[in-house]
């Protein structure tokens, strides 16, 4: 076990509507990134968060936004969903990856499988 | 041209037999390369960093070429237990994210 949760485990919403995912980082860890995985593929980075601030972005759509907040757990929200955000989508916390942090490990959490009919 | 290229496989091997796989990446400036282990519906797990001079762990040994942009794992002596997919990450200097290759499905068979 890695320390990270998120939360739902499992999800079905229908195309247009909004959802929101949830991730605790591991303890001591203030950096979390969000990826999405469809299957059959590897995981797709969506964005990083240091700090409560956005750290990076790949190339997603401004539908996809985030939150960290204090304690560090993070939120994914997806606005306007399409079938094709059906994934698994998982989150991982690290200590911070730039600078000296480039092996930093990221830890992943079980993700929330995501369906849109 | 991806980023991160592998072979998605399957390979299927026999228990005790040595498997080689290999990953392609596109940007020279990249710093930091990981193998992680994906089971089926599992999140992925940090297999090992592979570092410039090439490291091993037990039956795992991992290679980088720098000049030839390539990441290799080796897997010697493989057991039922190393079924899963291995996925090939990279991180560019400069950037946050970790760039993910599709993985390469291994299947040990008895």
């Known amino acids: 076990e890695t320390g990270v949760t998120q939360s739902p485990t499992h999800l079905i919403k229908t195309r247009g509507q909004q959802v929101t995912l949830r991730c605790s980082s591991q303890s001591g860890h203030n950096t979390v990134s969000w990826y999405q995985q469809a299957l059959g593929q590897g995981p797709q980075f969506i964005f990083q968060?240091?700090?409560?601030?956005?750290?990076g972005r790949g190339n997603f759509p401004p539908r996809f936004s985030g939150l960290q907040f204090p304690n560090y757990s993070s939120e994914l929200n997806v606005n306007a969903l399409e079938l094709d955000d059906s994934a698994l989508y998982l989150c991982?916390?690290?200590?911070?990856?730039?600078?000296?942090?480039?092996?930093?490990?990221?830890?992943f959490g079980p993700g929330t499988r995501l369906t849109v009919l | 041209r991806k980023e991160v290229e592998q072979d998605p496989g399957p390979f299927n091997v026999p228990e005790g037999a040595t498997v080689a796989f290999n990953c392609t990446y596109s940007n020279s400036a990249s710093q930091s390369f990981f193998w992680y282990r994906q089971d089926c519906r599992k999140e992925p797990k940090l297999l090992m960093s592979?570092?410039?001079s090439g490291n091993e762990d037990g039956r795992f040994t991992a290679q980088l070429n720098r000049a030839s942009q390539y990441i290799s794992l080796l897997i010697r002596d493989s057991k039922l237990s190393d079924s899963a997919t291995y996925l090939c990450v990279v991180k560019d200097s400069g950037t946050y994210k970790y760039i993910f290759g599709t993985g390469t499905r291994l299947k040990v068979l008895a």
């Open positions: 592979v570092y410039s």
């Open positions: 968060y240091y700090r409560e601030e956005e750290n």
């Open positions: 991982a916390s690290s200590l911070p990856l730039a600078g000296g942090g480039l092996y930093n490990e990221q830890f």
